[in-house]
């Protein structure tokens, strides 16, 4: 059986990497969105149920929310994203400003940094000539060295709209109970099946966070769940102390 070329399996390999940093890159933005858009709509939810609200209202004020709370998300996701990346550019173009017109001190100020990594004599020499031979490498060693910034390689756009989505998939969940029981009735109690979801979407949420920040699943759930239980349980009791104030 015919095997692939090295450098065939090098470019799959390659891609597959690339395409799991890029997923990575953005699975923190999409849990957090997911936590923010299932919390904020069961808090809605949970404070309708105990208002003893009618399910259209629920099914009216949870999409409101799904709506211009997630907009307002991705909206604030893609500024963040983008005020990053020319707060960044601000400063690379300083740089390059210094490097083309105050070369000794921004040389200088190399020597100095490698010097405090250690190196003396005429290695630091060898390693100040080479990284100012080259007008990118220098700034670009200015940046992380001297600044310690980092270029923020997320597109702006993509944040936005995966915090949307993510608040929009998530969010939907608590809903779900009263907008079948509206196209079809469901006997059961609606306010617990949308619990039941609602903390399945908790868990889950909780398990990719664990992923994000490398902390251990259990308890990423757990904290999940008693964060988001504690905001509908408010919810929940605002409601029903504000229907039987107003009722």
Do not use: C
Request: glycine share 8%; net charge negative; aromatic share 10%.
């Amino acid at each position: 059986m015919p095997t692939m070329p090295k450098h065939q399996e090098d470019h799959i390999h390659g891609s597959k990497h690339s395409l799991i940093n890029r997923f990575q890159d953005y699975l923190g933005e999409f849990v957090y969105g997911g936590i923010d858009g299932s919390v904020t709509t069961f808090a809605v939810v949970a404070g309708a149920a105990g208002a003893q609200l009618d399910s259209k209202v629920v099914i009216i004020l949870g999409f409101a929310n799904l709506i211009a709370d997630g907009f307002a998300m991705s909206v604030g996701s893609y500024l963040s994203t983008k005020s990053e990346k020319e707060n960044y550019n601000k400063h690379k173009a300083v740089e390059y400003w210094e490097v083309d017109n105050l070369p000794d001190k921004e040389r200088a100020e190399v020597r100095e940094i490698y010097e405090a990594k250690g190196f003396e004599g005429e290695l630091l020499e060898q390693v100040v000539d080479v990284i100012t031979e080259d007008r990118h490498r220098w700034v670009d060693v200015m940046m992380k060295e001297e600044l310690e910034m980092m270029e923020e390689s997320k597109s702006p756009l993509a944040m936005g709209g995966v915090t949307f989505l993510s608040f929009q998939l998530f969010g939907l969940i608590p809903l779900l109970a009263y907008v079948v029981d509206y196209f079809g009735n469901i006997d059961s109690d609606l306010f617990v099946i949308s619990s039941t979801l609602t903390a399945l979407t908790f868990a889950l949420i909780g398990g990719l966070k664990a992923i994000v920040t490398q902390t251990k699943i259990l308890r990423s759930i757990l904290e999940t769940l008693f964060l988001g239980g504690a905001a509908a349980t408010l919810a929940y009791f605002v409601g029903d102390v504000l229907e039987k104030a107003f009722v």
